[in-house]
């Protein structure tokens, strides 16, 4: 089993070698699919993650698993290296539950391996990674917003009339980039979940209502725009280009599938990025075969 909050009181065993201080990466994921594509997502990203990574899953609170696909989801690896929200939400496309069971997996985390996580990355479930390393560029980067996230763009006119939106963008500047594949250091996770919490409690506000079915997109703006306004990306230079982990292949359309070629490139390190999307969610297509081809362990 995973460490979790019951093992806290040995956990020195239950960290192994990890070390004392912050320096491990951590993975969310959040998903809705079934049991068999969970167990595929968390065994492509454990393939191609370093020892010390750990992975929290958010599962979709109209999802019904039995108790073993649960197990089987956190002895995905071997074991103690996947913890389960214990929080779930119900998941819609484009609101803000996205971006919020995410936060419920950086709280987990925190709370199964305290002070392990120096950052921590989004993954979308139909994304999957084609190479590793990319802990060690997260650690270099620190962030993966850049100069280029600061833009005006017209998805801004309907996701700043939120007052959540405006209680972030203190300094007046926006940023709108998408979430996939993007880092923060785990402090600014923190700090931001704490803000919005802090916002929540204020009267007449309600989490389903103002946060989960916020529309458009949340996870595109308010965590980038909070960062950019009042975390390390409003203090430190930018650098020119943001630098998420996944590639999207959007000059296919934004309903088309990644190419066999960006999945080629990306692998081989053609690209910058480690990860791509959309990947179908189904085990036995063509183009999961193929990323599966490419990051099985090589025979000893």
Known sequence: ???????????????????????????????????????????????????????GLHLNARSPFAASELASFEAAGGGGRVTLSPVRVTVERSRGSILYAHLLNFRQLEAAWPL???????????????????????????????QDAVRWAPPLEVAAAHPFYRNVTTRGRHSWTYHEGSFYPMNELQAFRARLDAWLTAPGRELQRDVLQAFPFPEEFWLQN??????????????VRTRQLCLRDDARGETQLVSPAMVDATASGATEYFAVKRVPRLVDHPIVRRIAQLTRPAAP
């Open 226 to 239: 909070y960062v950019l306004n009042e975390g390390r990306g409003g203090r430190l230079a930018l650098p």
């Open 116 to 146: 392990h996580c120096s950052h921590g990355v989004l993954q979308a479930s139909n994304s999957m990674w084609v190479r590793p390393g990319w802990e060690a560029a997260v650690r270099t980067a620190g962030f993966s917003l850049g």
């Open 1 to 55: 089993a995973g460490c979790n909050s019951r093992a806290r009181a040995s956990r020195a065993a239950c960290m192994g070698a990890l070390p004392a201080a912050r320096g491990g990466v951590c993975l969310s994921i959040v998903s809705y699919e079934r049991a068999e594509w969970i167990r595929a997502l968390l065994t492509n990203a454990l393939a191609l993650a370093e020892p010390s990574t750990r992975i």
